[in-house]
């Protein structure tokens, strides 16, 4: 039988981080959270500045977006994403294709399917992202007069995140902020 050691856990100005290699359990509210004003929210659960505490098969995160707000540019990548609407309401901007989607909808997305949410309703949305990570990862953000409309999408075609996300201002490490996740208690 193995033994795989419990990861210490680090309290840092944006929440706890998983410190070390192992196994850890921490609640989303008490996790790291980076804060976009114009990408939303989101608790990324790992070690996201340091390479050799990245999960190294599969990231996960839980997004946070208010209406109107994209979670990241329209594109497509080499690995399958699989994502669940936990509160609210979102659009779901699907290879060309606009998809009202609420609490408990199930999007899969296998590898190169072009696609972006985008915060809907009165209220924040919340959805669990999944994805898978391979070895040579590769996106394209393609240009997309839908995804424009909705202010996430390209003017023209690139394979750089870098040139994507060019006129977004960095994304700033930050605690939970109270009332992005629904209150269950």
């Known amino acids: 039988m193995s ?14 981080l998983p410190a070390g ?19 939303g929210s989101a608790v990324l659960f ?3 500045k340091r390479d050799d505490l990245r999960f190294p098969q599969v990231g996960v995160n ?7 707000e994209p979670n990241c540019m329209y594109h497509g990548e080499n690995s399958q994403e ?18 009202k989607l609420r609490q408990w909808d199930f999007v899969h997305c296998p590898p ?8 809907a309703g009165d209220g924040p949305c919340a959805i669990l992202m999944i994805g898978a990570r391979v070895e040579n990862e590769e996106l394209i953000y393609p240009r997309s007069d839908l995804a424009l409309r909705h202010n996430a999408g390209v003017e023209q075609e690139t394979r750089s995140g870098k040139e994507a ?6 994304i700033q490490p930050g605690p939970y902020r109270d009332g992005a996740l629904p209150d269950t208690r």
């Not at 290699?21 to 990408?39: C, I, K, M, Q, Y």
């Not at 839980?62 to 109107?68: N, R, T, W, Y």
């Not at 190169?112 to 915060?119: A, I, N, P, R």
Request: glycine share 10%; net charge negative.
């Open 165 to 170: 996300y060019a006129r977004f201002a960095e």
């Open 21 to 39: 290699p192992g196994w850890f359990v921490v609640n989303a509210r008490e996790a790291t959270w980076v804060h976009s004003d114009e990408l």
């Open 82 to 99: 699989d994502f669940l609407v936990l509160s609210g309401e979102c659009l779901l901007l699907v290879e060309g294709e606009e998809r």
């Open 3 to 16: 033994e795989v050691p419990e990861a210490p856990l680090e309290q840092t100005d944006g929440g706890l």
């Open 112 to 119: 190169w399917t072009e696609h972006v949410f985008v915060g």
């Open 46 to 48: 790992e070690n996201h």
């Open 62 to 68: 839980i997004q946070v977006l208010k209406p109107g």
